[in-house]
């Protein structure tokens, strides 16, 4: 930081490629539509105009997952859905992430039966898990947060 | 005569011994039929009585009790704004009804959920696959003596060996 100070109001800034490439990662991250089940509901209302997720950079949700980088699993996933739901996941360029919204892909939540699988992580490999049956969106936005605090302490040796 | 009752006596009249009993419980009434003369008297009522709509088709499961099944039938007239209902009793080893679909078309898909959830099978039915669980799901699961398919839940003095067992997902 010492060299901002020689050059004064040119408009320079230094800084590392890690937290360049994080920042631009986290300020533009695309949701994937995944809205399963009750849950979709609050995520529609988290990226409307009361609470909006846009102002995250969660400009616009993509239905393709070629064209998304993070896939809310919103509500509860069956047996018959999982299949499909990796799929999806695999169909997704890196880097991507996962937030599981609720209790139902959090962990089965009210459900301990044969049809729903108890808890997504047993699909795909969760980042962020949200709690709440539906969280609020207030919750959900928490948990957008909490991702993009995690990627940006993410470090480049890992996948560069 | 009400209508429900003018329908009945229509059931008894063709029918005779088929109509096993009629239970009437609050201006609800039940009609027991034999498994074989189902489809006949669904179509009876269907052009004589004016019972153009099923409402709802149904099984319970009575395990062990012999007969196992009781299949449900619900006849709604859209005309007189009538229910009626017609119950099946089939046995375990005979768990084989003939198809309502072409009495009433919206009987397929019912008729699919029963088979997926109790494996009672529909002859001539167009196309007789699971409809709920997984093609090629074993077993069917809202019969009685199927395992109710929990897991243990985690709580936090057991949290360690559950993790340990958990089929987690890799990359």
């Known amino acids: ?160 | 005569m009400s209508v429900v009752e003018k329908a009945v006596n229509l059931l008894r009249d063709r029918l005779g011994e088929d109509v096993q009993e009629v239970i009437t419980f609050r201006d609800q009434t039940t009609v027991v039929l034999e498994s074989s003369a189902i489809v006949n008297a669904c179509t009876l009522l269907r052009d004589h009585a004016e019972f153009d709509f099923l409402a709802a088709l149904t099984a319970v499961d009575y395990w062990p009790e012999e007969p196992r099944f009781k299949i449900v039938y619900q006849l709604y007239s859209l005309p007189q704004k009538v229910f009626l209902g017609l119950n099946v009793f089939i046995s375990s080893e005979d768990a084989e009804l003939p198809t309502m679909e072409t009495v009433f078309p919206n009987a397929n898909w019912h008729e699919r959920e029963i088979f997926d959830m109790f494996g009672i099978s529909f002859e001539g039915h167009s196309d007789l696959r699971r409809i709920i669980m997984p093609h090629d799901w074993q077993g069917h699961p809202l019969r009685k003596d199927y395992p109710l398919g929990y897991e243990e839940v985690q709580f936090t003095f057991n949290f360690d060996e559950i993790d340990r067992r958990k089929p987690y997902a890799k990359e």
């Open chain 1, 1 to 160: 930081m010492g060299i901002e100070s020689k050059l004064g109001n040119l408009g320079i800034v230094t800084t590392t490629l890690e937290q360049v490439v994080n920042w631009s990662r986290t300020r533009a991250m695309w949701p994937m539509l995944f809205g399963l089940a009750c849950c979709a509901i609050e995520m529609m209302a988290a990226q409307s105009a009361d609470y909006d997720m846009s102002r995250f950079g969660m400009e616009l949700m993509r239905a393709s997952p070629r064209q998304s980088d993070l896939m809310i699993v919103a509500g509860r996933v069956t047996r018959k859905m999982a299949p499909v739901l990796r799929r999806l996941y695999d169909q997704m360029p890196d880097p991507k992430w996962v937030v599981a919204m609720g209790d139902c892909c959090s962990c089965g939540g009210v459900f301990n039966n044969y049809a729903v699988v108890p808890g997504v992580d047993e699909i795909v490999p969760v980042d962020v898990y949200v709690a709440g049956c539906p969280p609020r969106p207030e919750g959900l936005i928490h948990g957008i947060l909490t991702l993009h605090e995690k990627v940006m302490g993410e470090k480049i040796k890992d996948y560069a």
